[in-house]
């Protein structure tokens, strides 16, 4: 039945997750087609959820999620002015989308970039300016800061790029904000900041204490395996958050969340010896992939790239026979996240299958 609706919506591509491990008998399948953390949350969260989640389902939580955000504050060296919670990252971006940008309005951004961009920008109904990135996978910035006229009102850096892993250098970052009006949001989205380990890459706490137009996204769903609960948080300008909690979903922030957020921030020395061990293991795949002779960019976060073009879904089904969930994005590339020691193996070996077939 045909109702009446924003036009906008027909042209917004649907989010998709990602798939399932491959079913197959006699095999282990993995997936890994979604960055998530392939281990549970550290055994200390787990009983901190255990002793207290029960207690408040039938409560709303805390909206604000003020002993999150008090917590967060002082960690970060900030005003609980600054900080906001929401539903994941994701839902932090999209507060700050729409409190700025709307019809009529430019959001620029790299392309290709985290999905949800697109969906979020449209559902404002403001337009996407996507900045192709350079051949190898990082931001242009030449081309964004080009970008800019009087319709932007946003300016969208990935810092690990989302799929291709590459890290934004100081420089670059930079150079960005001493291009950008002053009266212009830049966001830093560091989904992916605990894995960061390029000692170039620009750091956006620093950038924020230097520049007054600066928001950063951050979250729990990645390095903390907190994914199942949505849990992020933004960091930026006093009057900028306050606007953003309006926009807010009210309640979105569940206490179990909240809970478990708390109990990770205080198993910090816990999360760097899971972050340490999962570099590690993405350290072990490149040296292997550098061994098959196979080029991509040096990857930053939990997940790689391989830029296979129109070779991409011939690979893809390799991976799929094999019992590996990989993301797709046909004609350009597969991301492949950071799993289980065994999980990391067999994308090794099912590499070096596709190359010894000749498939690349």
């Not at 087609?33 to 002793?51: F, R």
């Not at 989640?53 to 604000?64: E, Q, S, T």
């Not at 051949?135 to 081309?143: R, V």
């Not at 950063?216 to 903390?224: G, L, N, P, R, V």
């Given at each position: 039945?045909?109702?009446?609706?924003?036009?906008?919506?027909?042209?917004?591509?649907?989010?998709k997750q990602g798939k399932s491990a491959p079913k197959g008998a006699n095999r282990r399948a993995f997936k890994l087609?979604?960055?998530?953390?392939?281990?549970?949350?550290?055994?200390?969260?787990?009983?901190?959820?255990?002793?207290h989640?029960?207690?408040?389902?039938?409560?709303?939580?805390?909206?604000?999620g003020w002993k999150v955000v008090e917590r967060l504050a002082k960690d970060y060296g900030v005003d609980s002015e600054n900080v906001v919670l929401g539903c994941g990252s994701t839902e932090v971006i999209t507060q700050l989308v729409n409190l700025l940008a709307g019809p009529g309005d430019e959001v620029v951004y790299p392309w290709r970039s985290f999905e949800a961009y697109p969906i979020i920008v449209s559902g404002s109904g403001a337009a996407s300016?996507?900045?192709?990135?350079?051949?190898?996978?990082?931001?242009?910035?030449?081309?964004?800061?080009?970008?800019?006229?009087?319709?932007?009102?946003?300016?969208?850096?990935n810092n690990?790029?989302?799929?291709t892993s590459v890290s934004v250098r100081d420089d670059e970052a930079r150079r960005l904000m001493e291009a950008v009006p002053s009266d212009v949001i830049v966001l830093f989205d560091e989904a992916y900041v605990h894995f960061n380990t390029d000692p170039e890459t620009s750091v956006a706490m620093r950038l924020y204490r230097e520049y007054p137009n600066i928001v950063?996204?951050?979250?729990?769903?990645?390095?903390?395996g907190l994914a199942g609960l949505r849990i992020g948080f933004g960091i930026g300008p006093s009057e900028v958050i306050a606007d953003m909690r309006k926009l807010s979903l009210p309640f979105g922030v569940t206490q179990s969340a909240q809970i478990a957020a708390l109990a990770s921030l205080e198993a910090?020395?816990?999360?760097?010896?899971?972050?340490?061990?999962?570099?590690?293991?993405?350290?072990?795949?490149?040296?292997?992939?550098?061994?098959?002779?196979?080029?991509?960019?040096?990857?930053?976060?939990?997940?790689?790239?391989?830029p296979l073009g129109a070779k991409t879904a011939d690979a893809a089904a390799r991976f799929t026979d094999e019992g590996l969930s990989v993301r797709v994005f046909e004609g350009e590339g597969i991301r492949i996240s950071i799993g289980e020691v065994e999980a990391n193996t067999k994308v090794i070996e099912t590499c070096k299958k596709v190359k010894d077939d000749g498939i690349v």
């Open positions: 039945m045909a109702f009446k609706h924003r036009s906008v919506v027909d042209s917004i591509p649907a989010y087609s979604s960055n998530e953390n392939p281990y549970p949350p550290l055994p200390s969260v787990q009983k901190a959820i255990k002793d989640a029960l207690d408040c389902i039938n409560r709303y939580p805390d909206m604000g300016v996507q900045i192709s990135n350079r051949l190898d996978g990082g931001h242009d910035f030449d081309a964004m800061i080009a970008a800019i006229n009087d319709k932007t009102r946003l300016i969208i850096v690990p790029n989302n799929p950063i996204a951050h979250t729990f769903s990645k390095a903390y910090d020395a816990e999360l760097q010896e899971r972050v340490q061990a999962l570099i590690e293991e993405r350290d072990r795949i490149v040296t292997a992939l550098d061994a098959q002779g196979w080029q991509f960019p040096r990857p930053y976060a939990n997940f790689f790239w391989l």
